[in-house]
């Protein structure tokens, strides 16, 4: 049927993927970090305390007092396409463009910052897309991470008038094809070292210990991951929680105190890996790979050496088409 004339233009109709991290200030200067860390430290999902409480914390010390350290932290890190994170997203994005065929867009936003979910979601209606994938690239699923991602899509959504059809993308911290890319490519990276490490060790994001008694899985999440990646590369993995915030109980043990324990036990030369986190960033790169590395030698240690995360490797590429592509199953021709 031919519309009339003055009917509005319909685009033709697609399907989206929206891949989701979690965001990254615009440049690494004290200013920009303060736009991005109240805009972070503002989401109720992350500081589960209540406004009046939190706010003048936030906006009396934290956001006057952290910036300026956080800036130093991104500067180390940032390359000269920018943030770390916002690189291997863009081009996890771009590396499956054609995934899977003409007719499915593929772009990236992010939870704070730039470019925003809402944008993005808008955007990609605008070009067609009648039916969006949402992934959250959180392999583990967390209220802080995956359920605020997700959040801020549905808000967008609310003020669509013509929504298009919405499935979001859920945890994969132990399906097979994600153990399977993380095992090929630690194995690949520990080959390449002069050293045969004395323990590898699993760090992943922490979270406060409340969140595991208020029901979230992410603890457990974690846990699963660290065991069949063990099983995978048939070796025991050291778990590990990083980057506490505050004065309240984590997760643990610290990443931080076990690269210091392992020192001292003995064990002078050990790999670290982030299977918690689908693309480096400051918290890998800055935290991890050169903090970790000051920690575990201050203890004791002789040879550090911090393996990326999957990235936009071709092996990291082939399991994210592999689950993206379960997840849209009936919304694709059939092959």
Known sequence: MTPPADHPAIPQPRIGVL??????????????????????????????????????????????TRPKKSAHAYSQVWTENGSPL??????????????????????????????????????MKTAGCERILLAPLYPQYCAATTATANDKAFAALAQMRWQPAIRTLPPYHDHPAYIDALAQTVREDLAKLSFTPDAIVASFHGMPQRTLELGDPYHCHCQKTG?????????EL????????????WLGPATDDTLAALARAGKRRVAIV??????????????????????????GGTDFAYLPCLNAEPVGLRMLRSILAAELAGWLPAA
């Not at 916002?86 to 065929?101: C, I, P, S």
């Not at 299977?275 to 903090?291: H, K, N, Q, W, Y």
């Open 274 to 299: 982030a299977p918690g986190f689908s693309a480096d960033c400051v918290e890998t790169l800055e935290e991890l790979a050169i903090r970790g590395r000051e920690t575990f030698e201050e203890a």
């Open 227 to 235: 065991r069949l990646l063990s099983e995978a590369l048939g070796t």
């Open 86 to 123: 916002a690189a291997v997203t863009r081009a996890q994005a771009e590396g499956l463009k054609d995934a899977f065929g003409p007719e499915v867009l593929v772009d990236w936003g992010m939870r704070y910052g730039n470019p925003a979910i809402g944008d993005r979601l808008h955007a």
């Open 238 to 249: 050291v778990v590990a929680f990083q980057s506490r915030f505050g004065r309240a109980k």
């Open 19 to 64: 891949l989701i991290n979690l965001g990254t200030p615009d440049a690494p200067e004290p200013r920009a970090v303060k736009r991005y860390l109240g805009e972070f430290l503002s989401d109720r999902r992350v500081v589960e305390l209540p406004s009046i409480a939190w706010q003048p914390i936030l906006r009396g010390i934290i956001l006057n």
